[in-house]
């Protein structure tokens, strides 16, 4: 885990920077209509649900939008779908391809069982088991290749043309965009008076759509919504791609938030987030690991990281907004194992779980004597090392490593204190 900063990136469409971008400038609200008639077929009116916390924090009414909810886990159903639902009765019969680490592998998958058609999926090798064993159930072919998702790509890509198969694009593409911008729909019809929307950003499908629905009805209305993207830092591509007025591929490092890390984004989406989106922020792995213990906690959802990153910024104070605020949760499919190191690592960060090294005299009733410290102060032990070897100690002296729950930052404050006031030295552990 990093602890990069939150940067917001402001995205400026009278920058003179120069650009490189495509004639396509978006679907129209007509086009993004005529989808919802078709997506709506297969994908669900996911539910809208407030948070009272998220908001206390904002300091403006906070919706959170839960495609966690959806069919296949996540949004990506909607431009997989639509995308799908245009080919030709000749192009169906030679079937589809796509590359994926998870969720649109799930959604092609969904779509190509819905509309009769054959799909071969391309997934890293290291991908999760439920995400491997959800798209096969779906009916596709799993091609397992690459330790990444760009070299199972460019496999993907190799296979269709070969077979003469189309490639269904994650992101890049006018008809997954507009497949995507019935989300948008959705928003207006569920918080009409929605004033700023937090999307988490990959490539830039999902808020393509959105931001082009969004700023549409806005200028038709006569008024403002703001729309804001969210990346991991660890896989910030758009700031780097929005300094430099095009698309920029980025070396990424590792992020729990693997459905939005793409190291450049799409051509067409970047056009489109240029022109319509206010801003683009940052968390750090530590935000996102937090946010998704306050979507267990507290609003009850299961939100995988690439999802939670919204919240995140909420959390962090990166989004700001003074009145209705939405919140878009993109997915929630997460292995069960990666959920408890998230948990676990969520409880640390919000220093709920505490991990101490105690120097301690090697003598009899020296652990007993500091167990009963840290009960003394409502605090939980949960894990126990204790040691001779610890780098640093004297001959006479053993370490003692305790793993405490806590209920907060003062509480744990509490527990050092009183450590410290019967005269041992206990020392925060990563």
């Known amino acids: 885990m990093t602890d990069t900063a939150a940067v917001p990136v402001v995205v400026d469409p009278a920058s003179d920077a120069p650009r490189a971008l495509p004639a396509f400038a978006g679907p129209t609200l007509a086009e993004v209509e005529a989808a919802r008639a078709i997506v709506s077929t297969v994908a669900q009116v996911t539910p809208m649900e407030t948070s009272r916390h998220l908001a206390e924090i904002l300091g403006a009414p906070v919706f959170l939008k839960a495609?966690?909810?959806?069919?296949?886990?996540?949004?990506?159903?909607?431009?997989?779908?639509?995308?799908?639902?245009k080919l030709t009765d000749a192009e169906k019969a030679i079937g589809v391809v796509a590359a994926s680490a998870g969720n649109h592998a799930q959604g092609v998958a969904f779509a190509a069982g819905e509309l009769g058609i054959r799909a071969t999926i391309f997934m890293p090798v290291g991908v999760a088991l439920p995400k491997l064993q959800a798209t096969r159930h779906?009916?596709?072919?799993?091609?397992?290749?690459?330790?990444?998702?760009?070299?199972?790509?460019?496999?993907?890509?190799?296979?269709?043309?070969?077979?003469?198969?189309?490639?269904?694009?994650?992101?890049d593409h006018p008809d997954v965009i507009a497949g995507q911008g019935t989300l948008g729909l959705e928003l207006l019809d569920q918080v009409p008076d929605l004033q700023t929307v937090v999307v988490p950003i990959g490539g830039g499908g999902l808020i393509s759509g959105v931001a082009t629905v969004l700023k549409q009805r806005a200028a038709a209305e006569g008024r403002q919504i703001r729309v804001i993207g969210v990346q991991a830092a660890n896989a910030a591509a758009y700031p780097v791609s929005?300094?430099?007025?095009?698309?920029?591929?980025?070396?990424?490092?590792?992020?729990?938030?693997?459905?939005?890390?793409?190291?450049?984004?799409g051509a067409l989406n970047f056009?489109?987030?240029r022109e319509t989106v206010d801003e683009v922020v940052t968390v750090d792995?530590?935000?996102?690991?937090?946010?998704?213990?306050?979507?267990?906690?507290?609003?009850?959802?299961?939100?995988?990281p690439a999802g939670a990153v919204g919240v995140a910024a909420i959390l962090t104070g990166a989004v700001t907004a003074t009145g209705p605020t939405v919140v878009i949760l993109s997915g929630g499919n997460i292995d069960p194992l990666i959920m408890e190191r998230v948990i676990s690592h969520g409880l640390a960060a919000s220093e709920r779980y505490l991990k101490l090294r105690i120097p301690l005299p090697d003598r009899p009733g020296q652990l007993a004597r500091t167990s009963a410290i840290v009960a003394g102060q409502n605090a939980n032990v949960v894990e126990v090392l204790h040691t001779r070897h610890g780098s640093g100690l004297q001959i006479s002296q053993v370490e003692l490593e305790?793993?405490?729950?806590t209920r907060g930052p003062e509480h744990a404050e509490q527990v050092m204190r009183a450590l410290r006031d019967a005269g041992y030295d206990p020392r925060r552990t990563l």
């Open 242 to 265: 929005l300094a430099a007025g095009e698309p920029t591929a980025i070396t990424m490092s590792p992020t729990i938030a693997d459905g939005i890390a793409v190291s450049k984004p």
């Open 285 to 304: 792995e530590n935000d996102i690991a937090r946010a998704m213990l306050v979507l267990l906690e507290r609003a009850k959802l299961v939100v995988e």
């Open 138 to 171: 779906y009916g596709a072919e799993v091609v397992l290749i690459g330790d990444t998702f760009d070299e199972s790509r460019r496999a993907a890509q190799k296979h269709a043309a070969e077979r003469g198969a189309v490639f269904i694009p994650p992101y």
């Open 402 to 405: 305790l793993h405490i729950e």
């Open 271 to 273: 056009a489109i987030i």
């Open 67 to 85: 495609e966690t909810l959806q069919r296949t886990g996540s949004y990506k159903i909607r431009g997989a779908y639509h995308r799908m639902s």
